[in-house]
């Protein structure tokens, strides 16, 4: 058993919004992160975090004004430990169509494309945009990110753009939303979900908890 | 399948909770942080606090809940009253709220939306809107808590507050607010139908029948209620198994932190 205490985890700071609700639901599961916005910061790292909110072209622009956007990439390329959220999870794609074309960190092949919305037509539910709520995410395959989780299990959303891969191989779980949606990404040491786990309950909390626990345990 | 959100509203002022509370369960049933982490036991899919003081002298009181909040409870929350600028949404944000929401502003300086979509995105900016159906049929918005009419139609303002970036629309109907005798279902279809953010229905929540017509009917994303679930009248558990008995999604699990960590 990880002792969670004991690993230097560094949650990214790029003037990105939620930080607290991150730090807290990390902390909440043992661990006790640090919080910085240093490319430097990644070399001692046991695990990092990228979380985020808000539209893909700022959150380029900031991480490459703090200089991250290299050290990230180097840092996934090592095959460490990396966790992304939400938006740390688009960053990661080849580029997005949010606000126009932007390139992101281009370590997960595909783009980020808009969600396709509907209205009520009287006998269909609408499909309001943003994708926002509680919605249940179903793992593809076996993964120790989703251990004591049920399959199924509810998790909150908030987006309007989603990530389209390229490899499904790199796609972990899926959730439903009129087209089947990439909800949880892994490929090795590198983890991402669309959901929100540090606002989704107990079991969001378990995957903040399984992804520190299975460190050195790698790709499951 | 999204399932359809069912949201407790407190309002707050000076830092506890106001409106009666007669939950058993609560070792101080005006503590507004008391009271979420029990709603978030009891299987609540989201909070909304209303800071009905909105007085500067007040901030800190409101900011000091907000991060309290955001160290128990691990849901989505929203704050609201008397935020005015970017820099106010921005402190409760960083404090931990995941929404903002905002009314009588926008209303005042509809350009405020647009600020605060394009600095924190639309998905924190919650516009809430008070509507009043008049004789003639016209749906009015009303400001400074439904105390001023407007010359705004409802849907009008809904399709701008969108276009401006809102992401979600809390629509309150001042017929049927406090009567707990149902939503407006006329109002909340004609918003839910006219806008492509999800709408939460609120104002005339009385039991699990009317969570289901405003969404069968209303079209409504999100129910919100508060004196039912204050009152301790209805159990959240209770009313979303009903609403999941009539055929809505709605999340029923509630996986305690303490068993799944």
Redesign the interface.
């Given at each position: 058993m990880t002792d969670l205490a004991a690993l230097d985890v560094i949650i990214l700071d790029y003037d990105a919004?939620?930080?607290?609700?991150v730090v807290?639901?990390v902390e909440?599961?043992g661990a006790r992160p640090e919080v910085a916005s240093v490319g430097a910061a990644l070399d001692e790292a046991d695990a990092v975090i990228l979380p985020g909110?808000?539209?893909a072209a700022d959150t380029m622009r900031n991480l490459r004004e703090r200089g991250l956007v290299e050290p990230i990439r180097e840092y996934i390329a090592a095959d460490r430990p990396f966790l992304g959220v939400c938006m740390g999870l688009q960053a990661l794609m080849t580029a997005s169509d949010e606000g126009g074309d932007h390139p992101c960190l281009d370590v997960l092949p595909g783009r980020v494309v808009r969600l396709p919305?509907s209205?009520?037509d009287g006998q269909h539910?609408?499909?309001?945009?943003?994708?926002?709520?509680?919605?249940?995410v179903w793992p593809r395959r076996a993964s120790a990110l989703f251990d004591?989780i049920p399959d199924g299990?509810?998790f909150?959303?908030?987006?309007?753009y989603y990530c389209d891969l390229s490899e499904a191989d790199d796609v972990l779980a899926v959730t439903?939303?009129g087209v089947e949606l990439t909800a949880v990404v892994q490929r090795s040491n590198l983890a991402a979900t669309q959901f929100?786990p540090?606002?989704?309950?107990?079991?969001?909390?378990?995957i903040y908890?399984n992804f520190l626990a299975g460190l050195g345990s790698a790709a499951a | 399948?999204?399932?359809?959100?069912v949201i407790a509203c407190f309002d707050v002022d000076a830092g506890r909770v106001v409106k009666g509370i007669s939950f058993v369960e609560l070792r101080d049933a005006g503590d507004p942080v008391e009271m979420a982490a029990v709603y978030?036991r009891e299987g609540i899919?989201?909070l909304v606090f209303l800071d009905i003081t909105a007085s500067h002298e007040h901030r800190n009181t409101v900011v000091e809940m907000v991060?309290s909040t955001?160290?128990r409870v691990?849901?989505?929350f929203t704050v609201g009253g008397g935020l005015r600028t970017t820099d106010d949404m921005r402190l409760m944000?960083?404090?931990?709220a995941?929404k903002i929401t905002i009314n009588t502003a926008a209303v005042q300086r509809p350009a405020l939306i647009s600020e605060g979509a394009q600095r924190?995105?639309?998905?924190?900016i919650v516009v809430a809107i008070d509507a009043h159906t008049e004789a003639d049929g016209r749906m009015r918005v009303y400001t400074h808590g439904g105390r001023r009419p407007t010359e705004l139609d409802a849907v009008d303002w809904a399709r701008e507050v969108v276009e401006r970036g809102a992401?979600?629309i809390m629509l309150t109907s001042m017929n049927t607010d406090g009567h707990q005798d149902g939503y407006d279902i006329p109002l909340t279809r004609a918003v839910?139908?006219a806008v492509?953010?999800?709408?939460i229905a609120s104002g005339g929540a009385g039991d699990s029948q009317h969570m289901i017509e405003a969404v069968r009917e209303g079209?409504a994303?999100?129910v919100l209620a508060a004196s039912i679930f204050h009152f301790g009248t209805h159990r959240i558990a209770d009313v979303k198994r009903q609403m999941q008995q009539a055929g809505i999604p709605v999340?029923m699990?509630r996986?305690?932190?303490d068993?799944?960590?």
């Open positions: 919004g939620n930080l607290r609700s807290r639901a909440r599961v909110v808000g539209a919305g209205q009520h539910d609408s499909r309001k945009v943003p994708h926002m709520g509680w919605n249940r004591g299990a509810y909150y959303f908030v987006h309007s439903e939303y929100h540090e606002k989704s309950g107990a079991y969001g909390l378990r908890r | 399948m999204l399932t359809k959100r978030d899919d989201e991060r955001a160290d691990f849901i989505p944000l960083e404090s931990g995941d924190f995105g639309s998905q924190c992401g979600e839910s139908d492509e953010v999800p709408v079209r994303d999100a999340r699990e996986a305690d932190y068993d799944v960590l």
